[in-house]
């Protein structure tokens, strides 16, 4: 679907107003909630602003529909068992937003749109690790669990929020440059290493290793089209039958005991496990929303998540939600396989491959940036088109004579 360009989009100042609110550093909930709270405002206006945006450019695709009906269907299941209406309206509402403006701006201009937050994460990924280096058991802890905090988020949040779809945006930065890497993206990549390395999430690491493996060995490779999305997905699948489903994990204990360093039990994320299907079955179809509290997963005198993504689902929206969240993953699957071929489609499907690997232990399934990767997934065509021009204009610029015009004259 053809967009009404919006030239606004194309200022660097007014795209990074929009963007930042956005990429809110966790932390400053305990050590500046001040100013957390001025980046909510801020938020609210960004939102705001996108919105207006968005439906004066055309009408919404059938990504942004998907995704909102799986928000939607959040919405209602939270009203009827009388949940956190404000929490879900503030995630649904920065979900949508930021796919919303993610979408606006990959049919636009690409490559200002990964500039710009390459840009700007990449102070953030600088101050989190220098502050690592020197707070490295972190700089606050939440209340309830006791987890520790960096600047950016916690050790698993890190994970799923920045370093997976950073490690690809530094990536695709650097295509619109016709180069493999930057020396700024490879420098933000290695920032991102370490810190994975330093704080060591067993999740966080095995997502970590499958990203900085591709881009090692398979990135822009004849590799890139044998890892399609149907095949990553589906790998997706059948690892979630097999650990989560019917526990066969023992199998791999030697990467999961002595490399990892984690129990068969994955900390004790199979009682967990246990304890989700219960929860389940007591609302099958709706489920139970979200509550207020710590999750509805009771260890003790203390209440968890799931720590599996389809499980918070189903115990969250029922098989009715869980139905709504698959489907954008299905779309997303189909537009990357037509584009196999070609190493952003590859990219970005190990990418969403890499998010589906932290879907296994964690139930991270607010983060903007999967629902973010899921949309540039569905506008790939887009993404592909402006890039290739881009390297063909950088070709053509370079190929131009530096040194005078060549004068033709024609004799009568």
């Known amino acids: 679907m053809q967009r009404r360009k919006i030239r606004n989009l194309n200022n660097t100042v007014f795209l990074t107003f929009l963007l930042l609110p956005f990429f809110k550093p966790s932390s400053l909930e305990f050590i500046a909630p001040t100013m957390e709270s001025l980046f909510d405002y801020w938020r609210v206006a960004s939102f705001a602003a996108i919105f207006l945006l968005y439906f004066l450019s055309g009408k919404a695709s059938k990504m942004i529909i998907a995704i909102s009906a799986y928000e939607v269907m959040l ?18 509402g920065t979900v949508i937003g930021f796919c919303m403006l993610t979408e606006l ?12 937050v390459f840009a700007i994460y990449l102070v953030l990924i600088t101050i989190n690790f220098i502050v690592l280096l020197f707070f490295p058991n972190g700089i606050a802890a939440d209340s309830y669990y006791g987890n520790t905090f960096n600047f950016l ?24 440059k016709n180069r493999r890497l930057t020396f700024a993206a490879f420098l933000m990549i290695a920032m991102i290493s370490a810190t994975v390395l330093i704080t060591w999430s067993a999740t966080g690491v095995v ?93 003790g005198s203390m209440f968890y998540y799931s720590h599996n993504a389809v ?31 070609h190493f952003l489609a590859g990219l970005v499907s190990v990418t969403l491959f890499s998010f589906l690997m932290t879907f296994l232990m964690e139930a991270q399934i607010s983060s903007i940036w999967i629902f973010g990767f899921l949309v540039i997934a569905d506008h790939i065509p887009n993404i592909i088109r402006q890039c290739e021009a881009n390297m063909q204009n950088q070709r053509m610029a370079f190929q131009r004579p530096r040194t005078g015009h060549l004068r033709i004259q024609i004799g009568r």
Request: one cysteine or more; charged letters at 15%.
């Open 75 to 92: 919405l209602v299941s939270t009203f009827i068992n009388h949940g956190d209406y404000w929490r879900l309206v503030v995630n649904c």
């Open 311 to 341: 499980l918070e689902v189903l115990i969250q929206s029922g098989a009715f939600g869980l139905i709504l969240f698959i489907i954008p993953f299905v779309m997303a699957a189909k537009r990357l396989y037509q584009y196999r071929e």
């Open 105 to 116: 701006c990959v049919d636009q201009n690409s490559k200002k749109y990964f500039s710009t």
């Open 207 to 299: 997502a970590w290793f499958v990203m900085i493996a591709y881009i090692l060995l398979a990135y822009r490779g004849w590799l890139t089209k044998y890892l399609n999305s149907y095949l990553l997905f589906t790998t997706f699948a059948v690892m979630q039958v097999a650990f989560v489903f019917l526990r066969l994990q023992e199998f791999f204990a030697f990467i999961i005991e002595d490399i990892l360093g984690k129990s068969i039990t994955f900390t004790g994320r199979t009682v967990m496990w246990d304890l989700a299907y219960l929860v389940i079955l007591r609302s099958p179809i709706i489920g139970h929303g979200l509550l207020e509290g710590h999750g509805l997963i009771k260890v």
């Open 153 to 176: 988020g916690n050790d698993n949040s890190l994970a799923v929020g920045v370093s997976l779809p950073l490690m690809s945006v530094a990536c695709i930065s650097s295509a619109f």
